[in-house]
């Protein structure tokens, strides 16, 4: 009986932990085994909506236990610290809540990496010192608290809050979004007081001539428009050269105040890249070919944002992206579980479009080849169900569809009980 382990359980890992457990694992004829450091898994794309306090991660969350019982895997919680792939075993070092952590060794006949990536801050001066980021559920929940405590202390003194959010991809503009709704919803609630709201000042810098450089231009217009209306300033062909803890400072000799830093400008691998002996790309991410699979190791796959794929034929390049993650663990699902001898087709990224959900303040996005081959631009009540419909679609898939709409209700519930902000 053949054992993968699966090392990660993010976008990726998760869902092909639960394809090859529903079909491997169920029918007894492998072994299947997903490591993940957390105790529960979260969908990435919400984590600005954690930071910045409009969404209760416990509320969300999939507990990876109860999805490898109900999926037929096995799940252990601990950090991968060290691949002997010569020996082909894992080294984990398993967290336990009431005891010192120990170190446990997984032999595998085929290991798929998944681990992700984290913030790259590309070498500016201070930067890692002085900036928050939002690679995990702890790091948004670190935000959000020091966010709430800068806004409760501002108020009482009756001072400004500076925010700047370094980078206007996907992630800064809706932290900036979320962040404002977070604001109006303190003075709506009377914690603030109605001047708060202009108190406030968010600025997001960007070194390219736009917001969501990666994205369709008309897009991109859209969204700088309905930032504006807000009052999130935008300063685009703009470097950061340097951030202290009070300030940022741009290549042009501009220095930004700031009380709250926040780094969304870019990926890099891990560092337990270094550990593999496996060829890295100049970000740190394992190189894959167009089966996913090592350049040095037939036994040993990556996917997701921790791999990058090696492109002879220049093709567009896989974008660190849930999208991207999602079609290469269904992709290499179908590769492992395929049958002996059969010959396999290549990994090939298919772009369906992007939405950006500014929260209240509206969702836009573009459909690509959504009649045929015409793309469409779309905003409003359809921008917002396409946008929900796709982590509700990876939900669903995961937990199913029951399950699904019970939380779906629970939230629902919550909201007409709670504070829409969470405090604790
Ligand atoms: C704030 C934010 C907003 C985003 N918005 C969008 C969006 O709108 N649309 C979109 O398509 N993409 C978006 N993304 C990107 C998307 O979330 C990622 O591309 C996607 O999550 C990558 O999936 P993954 O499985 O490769 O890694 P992840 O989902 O990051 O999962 C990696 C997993 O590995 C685990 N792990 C890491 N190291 C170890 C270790 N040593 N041992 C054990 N476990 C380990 C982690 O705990 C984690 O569970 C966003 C990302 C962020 C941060």
């Not at 890992?13 to 072994?31: F, P, S, V």
């Not at 969304?264 to 002996?277: F, I, K, M, R």
Request: aromatic residues 6%; contains cysteine; glycine residues 8%.
């Amino acid at each position: 009986m053949q054992s993968i382990v699966i090392v990660g359980g993010g976008v990726a890992g998760l869902e092909l932990a639960t394809r090859l457990g529903r079909t491997l694992g169920k029918k007894g004829q492998g072994r299947v085994v997903l490591v993940d450091r957390a105790p529960t898994h979260f969908w990435k794309p919400l984590l600005h909506s954690v930071a910045a306090g409009t969404i209760d991660p416990a509320v969300h969350h999939i507990d990876y236990a109860r999805q490898a019982m109900d999926n037929g895997f096995e799940f252990v919680c601990g950090d991968v610290m060290n691949v002997d792939r010569n020996g082909q075993s894992v080294t984990v070092r398993r967290h336990l809540p009431h005891a010192a952590s120990t170190e446990i060794v997984l032999a595998y006949d085929r290991l798929v990496l998944s681990y992700g990536a984290v913030t790259n801050f590309f070498g500016v001066p201070g930067a890692a010192d002085h900036c928050l980021s939002l690679d995990t559920v702890a790091q948004a929940e670190a935000f959000r608290k020091r966010f709430l405590d800068r806004c409760l202390s501002a108020d009482m003194a009756r001072q400004s809050l500076d925010i700047v959010i370094v980078g206007a991809g996907p992630t800064g503009v809706e932290l900036a979004a979320d962040l404002r709704h977070t604001v109006e919803t303190l003075v709506r609630f009377r914690v603030s007081h109605s001047e708060f709201k202009r108190d406030v000042r968010i600025r997001i810098v960007e070194r390219a001539n736009r917001v969501l450089p990666g994205l369709d231009p008309e897009v991109s217009a859209e969204v700088a428009r309905k930032l504006a209306s807000i009052g999130v300033e935008i300063c685009t062909d703009t470097a950061v050269a340097e951030v202290t803890d009070n300030a940022v400072y741009t290549t042009d000799g501009r220095r930004f105040a700031s009380a709250i830093t926040v780094w969304a400008a870019g990926v890099q691998g891990a560092a337990l890249a270094g550990h593999l002996g496996l060829a890295l790309s100049r970000n740190q991410q394992i190189l894959v070919d167009k089966h996913l699979q090592t350049m040095d190791d037939a036994k040993v796959f990556a996917m997701g944002d921790c791999s990058n794929i090696v492109n002879p034929q220049r093709r567009a390049m896989v974008p660190p992206s849930a999208q991207a993650a999602r079609q290469q663990a269904i992709y290499l699902a179908g590769h492992l579980l395929r049958p002996e001898g059969k010959r396999m087709r290549s990994f090939r990224y298919r772009d369906y479009g992007a939405m950006v959900s500014l929260g209240p303040f509206g969702t836009v996005g573009i459909l690509l080849r959504a009649i045929g081959s015409r793309n469409v631009h779309v905003s409003g009540a359809v921008a917002k169900l396409a946008y929900l419909w796709s982590y509700q679609r990876y939900v669903m898939f995961n937990v199913g569809t029951v399950r699904m709409l019970g939380q779906m209700l629970g939230r629902w519930m919550l909201s007409k009980t709670a504070t829409p902000i969470k405090w604790q």
